[in-house]
């Protein structure tokens, strides 16, 4: 049977039709063949997974699959978002001189515009660029875009004064023979694209904040300004957004972990190194406890390993050069010995497994840590507890036979979704995390990666769970399934992980065997897992989710027993220690205060429960109790209060008051998870 080779371009459509052509179309031609409804809405097209312009041409004998973007389609937001990058560019070559440009790419949430300016900008300049975007908008003149051989778009950023974008083609686009401008107006910039038709698609917009930035991300270079902003097609989506953020700012855990005593960085310390402090130390306790007590359960093995290792060890393992970037620089000793700070745990359990010969009888070899690593992130990236330089995994690493490794994985899988159910983070997305074939970072053959692939997809399936598989985000040694959690106001946050790995137990690695049935060697697999993933970035997303306000089984004082009067103290301090006795965290406020001040300050500082003490209650041997949710509960006798707090903390149950504020005292709606 013969092939019939295509003469023209051949568009095929979602529902499966086709449109042929007998010259070269772009796009836009194509959405208005199609009909004058889509030509209107149309803002780009997606070509065989590829996000491109209506002004991209299809050309000589293509076959490819076209999907046109609409308001109504999430990706057509990033490209509005571009776009509004460069009218924000635009609008402040328009008010400031001589200004010189960077990067200006989408972020989550937005974008942003990296200038070198004579003069700083300030959020006093906001209104004034933000007037001009919008008489940009208003013009609705068309993105044009214009392609160029390399030396041609060098002489045009030449002209235009623009250095950065000379030094980009001249290294960051070496390999190119063409580059790509879009021209707005007067306004020229060199760019990939794409872009929306015109600027009239930008229904609302706003510019967020200032920060510094280093050209290319090296602080050996120019220190330039980078402005951020966002846009949406309504001012609906944006008002929403924008009370998200506020919203953030006022959950911030930076701010509230200050407020409540339960971390601090100190600079004489180092940035990025976290110091716990004691109401902290309780919560992060009471999590370890909880994972603890979930492995040993679950048949893992504790062990504890070094913060430091040879450089040998990271070596083998691939870590290092692969990650070198991202290590703290090697410690040097006599006779030219390197260490290295810890920076990822695998490599010690393995040596713990190869401390002596393995039988098939002893797999799965369960070994769980909570290990401290050191990564030497960029100090402009850091923040607070979600972004550190010294972390600790709730880590562990199994090793098993390959027929035991669908079983070991799913119970993994399991495991971090009752950890983040049982914390009431129950609204996540899975994502499977594949390597991309034509990067060459990922280490091993590609056979072991296309089975240890297939092996995680059989595991979603099985869980119910569906996830896409995005390449290029494995780990260098294996796929990985992570689980992004979305908090209460509808952020997302990678927070566990499980991975799996044919790699490092490999011959050209760590050579790992162990004795099977047949008397003769094998080769294990290893499966990397983290429910937690970071303490320090879980407890900064949990004061973050909760507000500061955890429930009853993490709170650093679980109950605060109030004294209406002074007289009524010995009988309060009684009650004090029978909660204590009980296993409970309590303490009592025996100030000379009135009792409305210290409902007031227990309410600010999140004590979930209140146990005030009058006249009655010494009489009828009682507490009033008061919720921090639902407030007055009424008197109870102190066992059965003490049988309340207990039965809840044992249920780990999770309750929370979404408020509009952090200020503390406000009802709001219950929610039960």
Request: hydrophobic share 35%; net charge negative.
């Amino acid at each position: 049977m013969t092939r019939t080779i295509a003469t023209m371009p051949t568009v095929i459509l979602p529902d499966g039709s086709r449109k042929s052509y007998d010259h070269d179309v772009p796009l836009a031609q194509v959405a208005a063949d199609i009909g004058p409804g889509l030509a209107r809405a149309a803002l780009a097209a997606v070509i065989d997974d590829q996000i491109v312009g209506l002004d991209y041409v299809l050309t000589g004998d293509t076959e490819v699959r076209v999907r046109f973007l609409t308001k109504k389609d999430p990706e057509a937001l990033s490209v509005l978002r571009h776009s509004c990058a460069h009218v924000m560019a635009r609008a402040v070559m328009r008010l400031k001189p001589n200004v010189r440009l960077a990067f200006g790419p989408t972020v989550e949430g937005g974008f942003y515009y990296d200038f070198d300016l004579d003069e700083p900008l300030t959020e006093d300049d906001f209104p004034a660029i933000e007037a001009e975007m919008k008489r940009i908008i208003q013009a609705a003149e068309p993105f044009e875009r214009i392609e160029e051989p390399r030396e041609k778009a060098l002489e045009i950023c030449k002209s235009l004064c623009q250095p950065y974008k000379v030094e980009h083609i001249g290294e960051g686009l070496a390999e190119h023979e063409t580059v790509s401008f879009y021209r707005q107006g007067e306004f020229i910039d060199l760019c990939r694209g794409p872009h929306v038709p015109t600027p009239k698609a930008i229904g609302a917009f706003k510019l967020l904040s200032i920060a510094g930035a280093y050209w290319k991300g090296d602080q050996s270079r120019e220190q330039l300004q980078r402005l951020y902003g966002t846009a949406f097609f309504t001012q609906k989506e944006l008002d929403a957004y924008l009370e998200q953020l506020e919203e953030a700012k006022r959950r911030d855990h930076r701010v509230l972990g200050k407020k409540l005593e339960l971390f601090t960085i100190n600079p004489l310390v180092g940035s990025g190194l976290i110091l716990w402090l004691p109401k902290g130390s309780v919560v992060r306790g009471e999590l370890e406890k909880f994972i603890r007590g979930e492995l040993e359960d679950r048949g893992y093995l504790p062990v504890y390993t070094p913060h430091i290792g040879r450089i040998e060890l990271y070596q083998t393992s691939g870590h290092y050069p692969y990650y070198k970037e991202s290590m703290f620089s090697p410690i040097v000793l006599e006779e030219d010995e390197q260490y290295l700070l810890k920076p990822m745990n695998c490599p010690h359990h393995i040596m713990i497994y190869q401390s002596r010969p393995r039988s098939y009888r002893e797999l799965p070899l369960r070994l769980a840590e909570f290990g401290t690593v050191y990564r030497y992130e960029q100090s402009g990236e850091l923040s607070g507890m979600t972004r550190v330089r010294g972390f600790t995994q709730d880590d562990a690493h199994i090793f098993c036979t390959d027929e035991q490794v669908e079983e070991e994985f799913l119970s993994c899988l399991n495991m971090t979704q009752f950890v983040l159910e049982t914390l009431g983070l129950t609204n996540y997305r899975v994502r499977l995390g594949f390597h991309d074939p034509s990067s060459d970072k990922y280490v091993g053959d590609k056979g072991a990666w296309r089975e240890a692939e297939a092996a995680l997809v059989r595991v979603c399936k099985k869980l119910g769970l569906e996830a896409e598989p995005e390449e290029g985000e494995a780990a260098f040694y294996g796929p990985k399934v992570d689980f992004v959690v979305t908090d209460c106001i509808g952020r997302e946050w990678q927070l566990g992980t499980v991975q799996l790995d044919y790699n490092l137990p490999s011959e050209r690695r760590f050579d790992l065997e162990y004795i099977g049935s047949d008397n003769r060697p094998h080769r294990p697999v290893m499966i990397h897992r983290a429910p937690l993933g970071s303490l320090e970035r879980f407890m900064g997303v949990l004061i973050e989710h909760f507000a500061g306000a955890f429930p009853l089984w993490l709170a650093p004082e679980q109950a605060r027993v109030l004294v209406v009067s002074q007289k009524f103290e010995e009988y309060a301090r009684q009650v004090e220690r029978q909660f204590k006795q009980a296993g409970l965290r309590v303490r009592g406020d025996y100030r000379s205060e009135k009792i409305g001040a210290k409902i007031r300050d227990a309410q600010m500082e999140y004590v979930p429960y209140m146990l005030v003490v009058g006249g009655r209650e010494v009489e009828q041997g009682t507490v009033a109790v008061r919720d921090r949710i639902e407030g007055d509960l009424g008197a109870m006798p102190v066992q059965d209060a003490i049988v309340k707090l207990q039965e809840e903390t044992r249920a780990r149950t999770v309750r929370q008051t979404f408020t509009s504020s952090v200020g503390l005292g406000d009802r709001g709606t219950r929610n039960a998870y």
